[in-house]
């Protein structure tokens, strides 16, 4: 199931190292929001994620790539100053597409961060992106979605290892 498997596995955004995806190629970032920067149904950003993506967008493009409809998502896409593709339906790749070129990057120049293999993970893997798994920001989510981590862990046990990278702060420099 290499579709599944993400290319690196992280404990938060903010521990991603960019030097290392600069490296790589990567020029793009498709970012889920739900339970990747921000708690599932959280519309404040913190402060550190609002720094780390101003960080981030000197280095790399960004898209909110998001399967949530509500208004919720527009503002905290508007409150980032972030383009956002909403009612995305990952893993189907046809958000992922229209991201990437709100953007004007390739799929291989591109990496895809998110907090499940069946819609962030499975959906940048089927584009051909670089796909970065980072540990769900809170365990409330939505009936179906708790019942899809159940088959998460029981697939990411043989996986890659979590890596627990030190958080940078990058925001200070």
């Known amino acids: ?27 793009g970032l498709l970012i889920d929001l739900d339970n990747t920067i921000l708690p599932r149904d959280t519309s404040v950003v913190p402060d550190d994620i609002a ?7 000197n280095r790399f493009r960004i898209c909110l790539v998001s399967n949530n409809w509500h208004e919720r ?18 893993p189907l790749p046809f958000a992922f597409i229209k991201a990437l070129r709100t953007i004007d990057v390739r799929a291989r120049q591109s990496a895809v961060i998110g907090d499940q293999i069946f819609t962030d993970v499975a959906g940048g893997n089927l584009i051909g ?45």
């Not at 290499?2 to 596995?9: A, G």
């Not at 720094?51 to 967008?57: C, H, L, P």
């Not at 043989?158 to 200070?172: G, I, R």
């Open 129 to 173: 992106a670089m796909t970065i798994m980072v540990d769900p920001l809170s365990s409330a989510d939505l009936w179906h979605t708790l019942l899809l981590r159940r088959l998460e862990a029981r697939i990411m046990r043989h996986e890659l290892p979590k890596v627990v990278a030190s958080v940078k702060d990058e925001t200070c420099k």
């Open 73 to 90: 998502v527009r503002e905290v896409a508007a409150e980032l100053r972030l383009p956002l593709v909403a009612r995305a339906v990952k």
């Open 51 to 57: 720094a780390w993506i101003a960080v981030v967008g």
């Open 1 to 27: 199931m290499t579709f599944l498997r993400p290319s690196q596995r992280i404990a938060d955004v903010r521990g991603i190292d960019l030097d290392a995806l600069e490296a790589t190629g990567v020029r």
